[in-house]
């Protein structure tokens, strides 16, 4: 077993591969003294000779790391680097939209559900429920957690701290890479806390309170706390805003001043009341604890969809997108113009931090939405600041981004165990190729299916797979991903992205598509097609051939 120190240095070695270098550009690294970086060097040599990997030293030189047996380096890895790694969840296979659902139900929405009630509102049978049911069992015993199903009400078993840490794998972190964050960045908080840190707090506040609110919502109230902490460090705050008395007494304040308490921890910063007052407001809303507020509030929001998707269709003949079939830009949308109209009807102005670098790298997006939203009925008799034209243009943006994502190849990244080595390997392709690929997956060979190359491009694989047919091409790589394997999954894609390109040039009309199926139908016939699903001599299917034909237009075929 590898020390801290070992294994900094055997991570910095692995990322130069058959190159020379010197102890003290070792010790520079890993921030030790040469002599101490020397001595770990030594027992590091030792550790991995037996684990096929070598470290050459040369005088002059320097040391050179090199892998002897990759299988044998991958499995040590594995055993060295799973302690720090978590593996990854996703489960991509046609039910994956049932799977969230009923994961959201019992999550978010209830704390139990039966499974007729469930049947009911996905409009599937008890077969199919069951299967999706399994798949769910096993993405929670990743997490030490069972699916109870105690009188046909099903229910989430297991310590908090577990159930906490799937939601956040399962439902905050891919989803951040799809929304404002892709253009926030993840550091623009800076390294004080992240967006796992703040989903985190968020969660325990929320279900500590046992306030029922969907992933959807708690995503977007982390995204507002994240920007509120950018826009304060930026000098900003809101300006005066005050909640009726009711509200400070209510548990969604409680909860806002708690989740602040705990962030002012964390960051040392000061959070004025009103911050807490905006949060209570939009835990109240959300929350809908109050029924007839809450109706009022869905009636608006009716009218204001019907609104936005107007605008929406508007924007798509201009830029040739598809923005109206984007549920994710629509709820986004949605929820900020039902904030933004509270906001502008209270006087109160918000400054964006990111307006700068939005103007500079993305004026032309927020020129049209401007543009475009201005023509909402409801903003019409309100003047809007740049400031917030700009915080709506991050939808359109970051909907953008979605597109750009689905348009890259689909990757399933194999290697030995799936842990260590295939995590590095994961690690390696985004820096090379992020903006390239969409890696789906990271498994093992042994866990290599059918469903698992469901909607994949293209497999890469640091363990050769030669010996079996793939419905998809696959890339066999080294796990440290070396500029040759660089360039030749460039030159797959790039090959790939031609011919499609080359298919959609030549791609036939709508009226070639009609006439095409006119002579289509011209030349055969259903009644001429022969179904055989038992064996049968070739004389004999000629002759049921013949008889067929016969029989359909009276013409003799037999000589």
Same mark, same amino acid.
């Given at each position: ?128 429920? =069951? ?190 997108? +598809? ?18 109209? +509270?906001?502008?009807? =209270? ?162 009309? =709508? ?41 359909? +237009? ?6």
């Amino acid at each position: 077993m590898l020390n801290k120190r070992e294994r900094s240095l055997l991570e910095v070695f692995i990322e130069h591969p058959n190159t020379y270098l010197t102890s003290k550009e070792l010790a520079s690294i890993v921030g030790v003294s040469d002599r101490t970086a020397r001595k770990y060097i030594k027992t590091l040599m030792n550790e991995i000779k037996v684990h096929g990997a070598d470290i050459e030293a040369k005088q002059g030189l320097g040391y050179k790391f090199a892998v002897t047996h990759e299988l044998e380096f991958n499995l040590f890895l594995e055993d060295e680097l799973q302690p720090k790694i978590t593996k990854q969840n996703s489960t991509i296979d046609n039910s994956i939209d049932r799977q969230h659902f009923i994961l959201n139900k019992l999550f978010f929405e209830e704390t139990d559900i039966t499974s007729h009630k469930l049947e009911e509102l996905l409009y599937v049978s008890k077969s199919t429920l =069951s299967k999706s049911i399994n798949k769910i069992k096993r993405l929670l015993s990743q997490y030490n957690l069972e699916l109870d199903n105690y009188r046909g009400s099903l229910s989430v078993v297991g310590a908090e701290q577990n159930k906490r840490h799937f939601m956040l794998d399962y439902f905050f972190t891919d989803k951040f890479d799809e929304s404002l964050s892709s253009f926030i960045g993840t550091s623009f908080i800076d390294e004080e806390i992240n967006f796992a840190e703040l989903t985190i707090i968020v969660l325990d506040e929320c279900r500590e309170a046992e306030l029922k609110l969907s992933d959807y919502v708690i995503h977007n109230l982390v995204l507002h706390i994240a920007l509120t902490i950018k826009r304060i460090k930026s000098g900003y705050s809101l300006e005066q805003f005050t909640v009726n008395p009711t509200i400070k007494q209510s548990v969604n304040y409680s909860v806002a001043e708690r989740i602040l308490n705990r962030i002012e921890t964390t960051t040392n910063i000061k959070f004025p009341e009103e911050e807490a007052n905006y949060i209570a407001l939009h835990l109240k809303v959300k929350s809908g604890k109050e029924s007839t507020e809450t109706t009022l509030f869905m009636d608006r929001n009716q009218q204001l969809s019907l609104h936005i998707q107007e605008i929406l269709e508007q924007l798509d003949n201009e830029l040739q997108t +598809n923005f109206k079939t984007d549920p994710i830009l629509l709820n986004g949308l949605l929820d900020h113009f039902a904030s933004l109209l +509270n906001r502008v009807q =209270s006087d109160i102005h918000l400054t964006n931090p990111l307006l700068d670098d939005i103007q500079s790298s993305y004026n032309e997006i927020l020129e049209l939405t401007e543009e475009y939203f201005s023509r909402l009925p409801e903003l019409t008799k309100f003047n809007i600041s740049i400031d917030e034209w700009a915080y709506i243009s991050l939808h359109l943006m970051a909907a953008m981004e979605r597109y750009a994502n689905r348009q890259k190849t689909k990757v399933l990244v194999v290697c030995a165990t799936g842990f260590g080595s295939a995590q590095m390997l994961k690690t390696r392709l985004e820096k090379e190729l992020s903006g390239l690929l969409n890696i789906v997956d990271v498994i093992s060979y042994y866990e290599l299916n059918e469903e698992k190359m469901s909607d994949i491009d293209l497999i890469i694989s640091s363990i050769s797979l030669n010996n079996v047919v793939f419905p998809v091409p696959v890339v066999h790589v080294s796990v440290f991903l070396s500029r040759e394997d660089v360039d030749r999954i460039k030159d797959y894609v790039d090959q790939t992205t031609e011919l499609n390109q080359s298919l959609n040039r030549h791609a036939p009309s =709508s009226q070639d598509e009609l006439e095409k199926h006119q002579l289509f139908d011209h030349c055969f016939s259903e009644e001429q097609f022969l179904l055989v699903d038992t064996t049968i001599k070739k004389e004999q299917l000629v002759g049921k051939m013949i008889e067929q034909l016969k029989e359909y +237009n009276g013409a003799p075929f037999k000589q």
